[in-house]
């Protein structure tokens, strides 16, 4: 028997277990480890949180890094929507596969399946995302991609000649006139065979402007040929500097070996400022030189469902000797890697990853030496601008490895230290440092909405980590790269969320979702459907023999394909399922695939054809299905083809139920 | 015991509010403008595309002569199977059909108590799988999602679904609608 005293006292013990129980569950639903706890106030799972049936605020498109791809998130919650193939082949959705997209990946080296893809880059009208087009570089064959946002499906590549490596690409101008690709890797200039060791004499780097049209399509418009260092970043003015573009450098030592510690020697390396309109007025005065070079160009046709390649032929080349006023280089100090220009377009932010100080240069001050002749030296035929006279200001000491800078609306910089695993807010115009938080761990690049353009849309900030180590489950020696979701609408930042990414996530762009949801595509209109090989009703269906080559003409609706038996097929022959479906519905692929083909599956869209090439190797009646659960009756969407042997008589049939056509 | 129960009770009471508070305010912050009424939708039938082709539903909400038809469904609450991805095939009387059966049939259908009853009258038209008219013979047993089979005739070029005539068709995304001008009843409500 308890006295009273017993009572109250384990009633008292009791409330004290319940609240440490309730208080911890309360914690939980916030993450607590990994150095968060510290960080994370109470609410944050709140802040992220997009209730079922809700929308997320914002897009951001994630560089797919060596997947080759991008992915769709939504911010704040950071859920997947879709990843977007764009330089690799996709399984998945038949990309690369099928043949309308084969030639997407077309290059002057024939059929590339892979690429590195690195920077998302929205275009712009007026300075500000737009939400039509998202572009993004191939790094290891140099190309750039559009992909359409209306359809978010890739709908062009061109290759980029005479370039090494298109890591400071695509970075658009403000009213996205172009886009741009600077070589990484400096090249023989043409390509030959030359001794590696002639690199300073023989290499040369390129810088490409990429004209894209009213409605998207790019053209290289000219390039221009450059000392052999590698550029590596880039950004295009805006503003008062719209009409110039930024691209960084480093080893300006010209070394080709050992870059770790060749390329790190020279105090300063350069920021190449390019005058593009002045680049327009040479190539109209016809100050270029026009030189053979052979790249792919691959378009999408949303009418005909296919891509084609075109294999260009020739490349206009301007040379700064011949064209004064063109370039000029910036001494930056220590290999700069980012190169960003504040939303007014006064400031060009030289990220020099192994300096101590973040340089900050001014776009007045430059125009002045420029017109004063402030001129340090030439180096083939590029003025290099006197460092002090350039200059605006310096952020003393903000972290180690400072790597890329964002902006927001409110006159703040964000900058990534890769080295010091940080983000530094600082003030554009005092160089102040405001306040600084960890990323978990070294960061690359960053993105807050619109943060590269000249009216950014502000409220979060996105670490792109390269590193995660024991923020995840771990999933053997290759773990996820991650992105964090900070706040960045108060005096200092706060973190949200992490959330992993495909591949390595490069670097991202993000906007707001009501620029981009009222235009999205829901299917394909069938009337407007013209590829070659349509079916636009059960009626067109039929099966066509044109010596080993089987074209067959099939659709797809809830819940069959017609036709759905073929015959007449015999080993050895190329056969062509051209699949149209007919679905006139939002969300309703139908899939297509064929047991042992040496291929992918096709996912068609409604209103869209799609072709898959299957090369019979065995006689037999082989089944095909539908891939897209599609309907109530999608276990029953199926069909056989008989394969007969090579020689044989078995007629050309086919059918659906009970009709039956012959050939 | 009494008291370690109640300071219990009001510490979960407590803690839980405490839990669920920062939740609203947080929403608004994070979604903005986005639809906010998540806690209010029915289902697929609420889905606003107004460019795909008509579905089943919308197709029996736009004809002038379904709006019994289209009372029934939403009184049994039966839209959103309508609004699937099918394939359906349905049978859909005219209101003139709906008239026709014996007075206050309808009215005594659309009452709360007889939900179960309508719903599956409704079902008792609408056949899983996409019956176009050429695929419907002569003495075929059609199964209905009721769980119920019934008979095709045909005459001449009409045909006729449990006694009901085919009077028009319509293609739907979903499926089909084959208009007919008979109520086809359930072998209960034919007592």
């Known amino acids: 028997m308890k006295s009273h005293f017993g009572y109250v006292h384990s009633a008292f013990s009791a409330v004290l277990v319940i609240s440490f129980l309730l208080l911890t569950s309360c914690n939980n639903q916030a993450p607590n480890r990994g150095g968060g706890a510290g960080v994370l106030s109470g609410d944050v799972a709140s802040q992220v949180y997009v209730a079922p049936g809700e929308y997320d605020e914002f897009y951001a498109f994630m560089s797919g890094g060596f997947s080759g791809q991008v992915t769709v998130h939504g911010l704040p919650s950071g859920r997947l929507f879709k990843t977007i193939p764009v330089f690799s ?44 087009w998202l572009f993004i570089n191939g790094n290891n064959t140099p190309r750039i991609a559009r992909i359409d946002l209306t359809t978010f499906e890739t709908v062009e590549i061109i290759e980029i000649p005479n370039s090494g490596g298109n890591h400071s690409s695509p970075f658009t101008t403000m009213n996205t006139e172009y ?79 050992l870059l770790e510690v060749a390329a790190s020697q020279n105090d300063k390396d350069f920021i190449a400022a390019v005058n593009w309109k002045k680049a327009e007025e040479y190539i109209k005065q016809g100050k270029f030189k026009e030189v053979p070079a052979k790249y792919a160009h691959n378009v999408y046709n949303e009418k005909t469902h296919t891509a084609t390649s075109t294999m260009m032929k020739k490349v206009k080349v301007l040379t700064p000797a011949d064209c ?10 220590k290999s700069p890697h980012g190169v960003d220009v504040d939303p007014t377009g006064e400031y060009i932010v030289g990220n020099g990853k192994l300096s101590a100080n973040l340089t900050v240069h001014s776009f007045s001050k430059m125009q002045k030496a420029i017109e004063n002749k402030a ?70 690049h960053l993105c807050v909405p619109g943060g590269d353009s000249q009216k950014p849309q502000g409220k979060y900030l996105m670490a792109l980590n390269k590193i995660t180590k024991d923020r995840y489950l771990p999933t ?19 973190l949200l969320l992490d959330f992993p990414t495909m591949g390595e996530p490069h670097y991202a762009q993000a906007i707001s979702a009501d620029r981009i949801v009222p235009n999205i595509k829901k299917f394909y209109p069938l009337e407007e459907n013209e590829h070659p090989y349509r079916a636009l009703g059960e009626k067109e269906t039929k099966v066509v023999r044109e010596g080993n080559t089987v074209h067959v003409y099939m659709t797809t609706i809830r ?59 065995q006689e037999g009646v082989i089944p095909f299905y539908c891939t897209d659960f599609c309907s109530a009756l999608h276990q029953e969407m199926q069909g056989y083809v008989r394969v007969s042997p090579k020689g044989s008589n078995t007629p050309i049939k086919w059918g659906l139920g009970e009709d039956e056509f012959f050939q | 015991m009494k008291i370690l129960h109640l300071i219990t009770a009001s510490l979960f009471a407590f803690a839980f509010f405490a839990c669920q508070q920062s939740a609203p305010e947080a929403n608004t912050a994070a979604n903005g403008s986005a639809a906010s009424d998540a806690g209010h939708k029915k289902g697929q039938a609420d889905v606003q595309d107004p460019s795909s082709k008509k579905n089943i539903l919308q197709i029996a909400i736009g004809s002038k002569d379904h709006t019994t038809l289209v009372a029934a469904v939403q009184a049994a609450e039966l839209e959103n199977v309508l609004v699937n991805a099918g394939p359906l095939t349905v049978f859909a009387p005219t209101n003139e059909a709906f008239a026709a059966l014996p007075d206050g049939t309808v009215d005594n259908l659309l009452k709360p108590e007889n939900k179960k009853l309508l719903a599956r009258l409704i079902k008792f038209h609408a056949a899983p799988g996409k019956y176009t008219k050429a695929l419907l013979k002569d003495g075929q047993r059609l199964f209905m999602a009721s769980g119920h089979y019934v008979n095709v005739e045909k005459k001449g070029d009409d045909i006729y679904v449990d006694g009901g005539k085919i009077i028009g068709t319509v293609e739907a995304s979903n499926g089909l609608v084959h208009v007919v001008d008979k109520v086809m009843l359930l072998p209960e409500l034919k007592k």
């Open chain 1, 324 to 333: 004064p006023g063109l370039v000029y280089f910036l001494p930056t100090p």
């Open chain 1, 559 to 617: 819940s069959h394909f017609a036709p759905d038996n073929i015959e007449g097929v015999k080993v050895g022959d190329k056969v062509y399922f051209h699949v149209t479906n007919l679905e006139q519905d939002w969300d309703v692929p139908h899939g297509f695939a064929v047991l042992g083909a040496n291929n992918a599956e096709l996912l068609i869209m409604g209103g869209q054809t799609e072709t898959f090439f299957w090369e019979p190797k």
């Open chain 1, 179 to 257: 886009v741009v690709a600077g070589t990484r890797f400096s090249v023989p200039y043409p390509q030959r065979d030359v001794a590696i060791d002639s690199y300073a004499e023989n290499f040369k780097g390129v810088l490409s402007y990429i004209k894209v049209g009213k409605d998207g399509e790019m053209e290289i418009a000219f390039q221009i040929l450059l000392p052999a260092f590698d550029y590596d970043l880039a950004h295009s003015g805006k503003g008062k500097s719209h009409g110039w573009t930024f691209f960084t450098s480093y080893n300006t030592e010209q070394k080709n070996s």
């Open chain 1, 375 to 444: 001129f340090e030296k030439e180096i083939e035929g590029v003025p290099v601008l006197k460092f002090e006279e350039v200059l605006a200001g310096v952020v003393e000491e903000p972290g180690l490895g400072p790597l890329h800078t964002e902006f927001d609306n409110n006159g703040n910089a964000y900058t990534s230290f890769f080295i010091s695993s940080e983000v530094v807010k600082w003030k554009v115009g005092t160089w102040e440092v405001l306040d600084r938080t960890p990323t978990y761990y070294s960061i690359g």
């Open chain 1, 476 to 494: 053997g020696p290759e773990l996820c790269h991650a992105a964090q979701l900070y706040d960045i609408s108060g005096d200092k930042m706060k």
């Open chain 1, 89 to 132: 082949v996709d399984g998945e959705k038949g990309y690369g596969f099928n043949e309308e997209t084969k030639p997407m990946l077309n290059t002057s080296h024939g059929f590339v399946p892979w690429d590195d893809s690195h920077h998302p880059e929205l275009s712009q009208t007026n300075g500000e995302t737009d939400g039509r």
